[in-house]
Nanobody, 127 residues
Framework: QLQLVESGGGLVQPGGSLRLSCAAS????????IGWFRQAPGKEREEVSC????????NYADSVKGRFTISRDNVKNTVYLQMNSLKPEDTAVYYC????????????????????WGQGTQVTVSS
């Protein structure tokens, strides 16, 4: 079965950093582009970032641009989200998702386009 497992979340003070990991199993990761999404309590799901199959193309939401960096290691079958200068408004459950594609060099930050989702990892930014 195709599976994505997020890890690396936790409690951090404003201005701190976390690195989230999304480990894939049951499929070859390089066939998929990957998105990171988040959902805060009482809020709609928000697109955060995405990365193309080889990692050459990335996109970011305006709210995280310049602070977050998405990357991938297809050998390790893992995608990362480095989060710096964290703010309280970054508090949410963070999900990774995968979409298989034959298209190279693109990614899409639309949740409905993704077929496979992890269970999420909680990130809390608070003093």
């Amino acid at each position: 079965q195709l599976q994505l497992v997020e890890s690396g979340g936790g409690l951090v003070q404003p201005g701190g950093s976390l690195r989230l990991s999304c480990a894939a199993s049951g499929f070859t990761l390089d066939y998929y582009y990957i998105g990171w999404f988040r959902q805060a309590p009482g809020k709609e799901r928000e697109e955060v970032s995405c990365i193309s199959k080889s990692g050459g193309r990335t996109n970011y939401a305006d709210s995280v641009k310049g602070r977050f960096t998405i990357s991938r290691d297809n050998v390790k079958n893992t995608v990362y989200l480095q989060m710096n200068s964290l703010k309280p408004e970054d508090t949410a459950v963070y999900y990774c998702a995968a979409r298989g594609s034959t298209v190279q060099g693109m990614c899409v930050m639309l949740g409905e386009w993704y077929h496979h989702w992890g269970q999420g990892t909680q990130v809390t930014v608070s003093s």
